[in-house]
């Protein structure tokens, strides 16, 4: 399994395996020696509905890995680190059954995400801390100049 | 958060909350001081179809905390340890977002599980350790004296 280092530092991509079985597939999720793991401290589901939009939303010390086992979602990464040479850059990333990756998101960076799929569309999140209020902080969608039509 | 013990030593049925949010739910999962959390290993989705029973699977070191986020499953589980009061009891769980509760399942007890919603049904399995077939024993569905039809 090969994982693709995005241009924002901490950020990785990783193709994932769907098993097929008979009667109902298998499909991975993380593996506590995955590229990107780095702790478990919550599972938690995140359901948005077709064309509605999440954004923005930043963790402060949580590493998030996030698989779409169902739907499909668009995930837009914006990195305004100073410390990091690609500040400033957005990274996107569809997510789907039919492109099955995880995709890990480092602390300190926005992402916005937005069902695609004709019914819902749900994510998993592996967290490596429990989600706390204290260490997330938010902006509305125009805070950050996306066009989420592109 | 209550936690029910079933009369199945070391199966633990959690009721969990569903957090309405506009656009689309968060449904919890498992946190790591949750009952019946024992450690981190891998992460997975089963997916079931509707009417496909996957039976019987033992896992001899897992222990599985297992809940449905999408679709409903119904699970079987069927003990028969030697060391355990309960032997040759069985235990149903019908697992859905209208019954939304996590699984936690035992080492070494049998475990099948059926297909019941109209489209698919998905299953997560947060298990302590990684799937591995060393660990895995089977038994074809009519080895278990189950009527699946109730």
Redesign the interface.
Known sequence: MTSYPSNIEGMIITPMEIVS?T???????????DPGYV???????????TG???AWKRHRKMTMNIVV??GCVRFVIYNDRETDPTQHSFQQVVLSRDNYFRLTVPPMVWMGFE?LGVN???L?N?SDI?HSPDEVDRLTINEIDFDWKV
């Open positions: 079985v009667g109902g597939d298998v499909l991975h999720g993380l593996k506590l020696d702790g478990f401290g919550e599972a938690y589901f995140s359901t948005v509905n509605v939009i999440k086992p169902y069902g819902e569309n749900i998993l592996i429990k």
